[in-house]
């Protein structure tokens, strides 16, 4: 169960659409209803979570939003953390600190979610890195279960982190960078579903020797929320919060290269999706070629997959872009970026 009165505990992702009259408390399904009409179907009522059936795109979104204080998506998005640099033997060395913690997010106004967290939020810090840089971090599991790192890329196996770190214990992780790319580091304790879903994972991004040319750069990770743990997500979302990027676009310049770092980290779902609308993206799969790429608005991801998307915006106005698993769109997974 949800550990907060104001989750959507008891419905299902599917129920969250239809809601027999009178069961309904603001507090549990006013953070995924929308304001919008109400669809009468015999003594059922639907309340949307978009405005309206069809296609009226500007009423889609939550009724309020979820506070940036604790966490912002628009921040998040270029919040790399380059770690600590140093000189070691004539090498560099970047040291970063993790530490697991159990900790509630809202993932949707009114919606709370008791996640497993580094360093309290989800998804956790994003590692940058250039390739060769030796990678020190020192991991403290403060959480309630047992918790590891493990991180995708190539290193000796004994930094491999499947071997569980004890709540109270620590560990310390390093290796060398390589091969540049994007990648991603996650909990690889069992069950491994459930580590991962409850928010344990990051991008990991580790640069080509001689740099990407110079772009308006954005981390996403696409995510899932199972609000009520019947093996179901009822929220989707892209860096965590539902609609975040649907009340608040993410802004770029008209001409400027943007690139963004896709991660798929959706538990309980086998496929996720990012569709670009009005526009085509450059997609390089993992990151780890600079020359070969595929020309698409619209990529299939499986769990743990990850992509580099570049793009130019060639006019003003607001581009859309969602899942194309329209149940994924309509449960959260769905936002602009506002080209001026």
Not at 157 to 184: K, N, R, T, W
Not at 202 to 222: H, N, S, Y
Not at 286 to 305: A, P, R, S
Request: net charge negative.
């Amino acid at each position: 169960m949800a550990s907060n009165p104001k989750a959507a505990g008891g419905l299902s992702r599917r129920d969250f659409l239809k809601v027999k009259v009178g069961t309904l408390s603001l507090a549990g399904a006013a953070g995924l209803a929308a304001l919008g009409r109400k669809l009468v179907k015999g003594s059922e009522t639907y309340l949307p979570i978009i405005g309206a059936a069809g296609h009226e795109h500007h009423e889609m979104g939550t009724v309020g939003t979820v506070s940036s204080s604790d966490f912002d998506p628009i921040a998040f998005l270029s919040d790399f953390d380059w770690g600590v640099l140093t000189q070691e033997g004539g090498r560099a060395v970047r040291t970063y600190d993790l530490i697991a913690s159990d900790k509630e997010i809202e993932v949707a106004p009114g919606v709370f979610f008791p996640a497993w967290t580094y360093n309290g939020r989800v998804p956790g810090p994003t590692i940058r890195c250039r390739a060769g840089d030796w990678i020190r971090v020192r991991f403290v599991n403060a959480g309630s279960h047992p918790h590891t790192i493990h991180f995708h890329g190539i290193h000796p196996v004994p930094m491999d982190g499947i071997d569980p770190i004890l709540p109270g214990g620590g560990f310390v992780y390093e290796f060398e960078a390589q091969p540049f790319g994007l990648h991603l580091y996650h909990c690889h304790a069992i069950p491994l579903k459930r580590h991962i879903h409850k928010g344990l994972y990051g991008a990991f991004i580790i640069d080509p020797p001689q740099g990407r040319p110079a772009a308006r750069e954005l981390t996403m990770v696409m995510n899932g929320f199972d609000t009520n743990f019947d093996g179901e997500n009822e929220v989707y979302a892209v860096n965590t919060v539902a609609f975040a990027y649907m009340h608040r676009p993410i802004p770029v310049a008209v001409g400027e290269l943007v690139r963004i770092y896709l991660i798929n980290a959706t538990e309980f779902d086998p496929i996720n999706s990012f569709h670009l609308h009005a526009n085509m993206y450059k997609l390089f799969r993992t990151g780890t070629d600079l020359e070969h790429f595929e020309l698409t608005d619209n990529v299939i991801m499986g769990q743990g997959e990850r992509h580099v998307l570049e793009m130019v915006f060639p006019s003003p106005g607001r581009y859309m872009f969602h899942a194309h698993q329209s149940e994924f769109a309509e449960l959260g997974w769905m936002g602009f970026i506002e080209a001026a």
